[in-house]
């Protein structure tokens, strides 16, 4: 995972919802809250639903709307900043012989401003404009370990949201869940993690 688990976690996601809210309120009389569904699952359900009175309004919101969510994670990349444990603790997992992937629902060009050097580290990148499926979709999952070269029996899912944590398990890899994120570890303990840590850091050492 990239948000949370190797760069610090700003965006904020209410406010996301709530720019949603206000481009479907150009397509709805009456716009339906998120009730619990993460961004991108709210903006599905918001097209799903302007779909079934037009597929055209629909259309043009989900152009709106991805754009409004790429607006919001490049402003928030351009404040945020990678944690300073990251390069070191992917450069021990390559100098291990580990191969070393990043998968994120974040945008590409969000990814690129918050580490523009990410190749050098990993040896896949997929954002959520570079997957055919995003996790909690495990083929998100399964395609960044497919372009590795690695069985997921042999692979590790790191992230500090209980969301990686049941990729990891629905693909079949060993999980690990970092605290560095926004969920305390006692939460997060309660998804059945293999290893939990307080940042990558402390992971890559407990590992080694």
Do not use: W
């Not at 309004?57 to 994670?73: G, K």
């Not at 944690?83 to 070191?88: D, L, Q, S």
């Amino acid at each position: 995972d990239f948000d949370g688990t190797l760069a610090e976690l700003i965006l904020d996601f209410t406010a996301m919802k709530a720019r949603l809210g206000r481009v479907a309120a150009t397509f709805l009389a009456d716009v339906p809250t998120p009730n619990g569904l993460p961004a991108l699952e709210y903006a599905r359900f918001l097209a799903e639903t302007i779909g079934a009175q037009s597929a055209q309004a629909a259309a043009r919101f989900e152009l709106f709307a991805a754009r409004a969510i790429m607006d919001q994670e490049i402003e928030a990349a351009r404040a945020a900043r990678l944690f300073p444990a990251t390069r070191p603790a992917l450069a021990a997992l390559t100098r291990a012989g580990t191969r070393v992937g990043i998968i994120t629902r974040n945008c590409r060009a969000a990814v690129e401003i918050v580490f523009p050097d990410a190749a050098a580290y990993a040896g896949v990148i997929l954002a959520r404009d570079d997957a055919r499926h995003v996790k909690p979709d495990p083929r998100h999952l399964l395609d960044a370990l497919q372009a590795l070269c690695v069985r997921p029996e042999d692979a590790l899912m790191v992230g500090d949201h209980p969301m990686d944590v049941a990729t990891g398990q629905a693909a079949s890899t060993r999980t690990a869940a970092l605290a560095s994120g926004r969920t305390p570890l006692a939460e997060l303990a309660r998804h059945n993690p293999d290893y939990l840590a307080d940042d990558v850091a402390a992971l890559v050492a407990m590992l080694a």
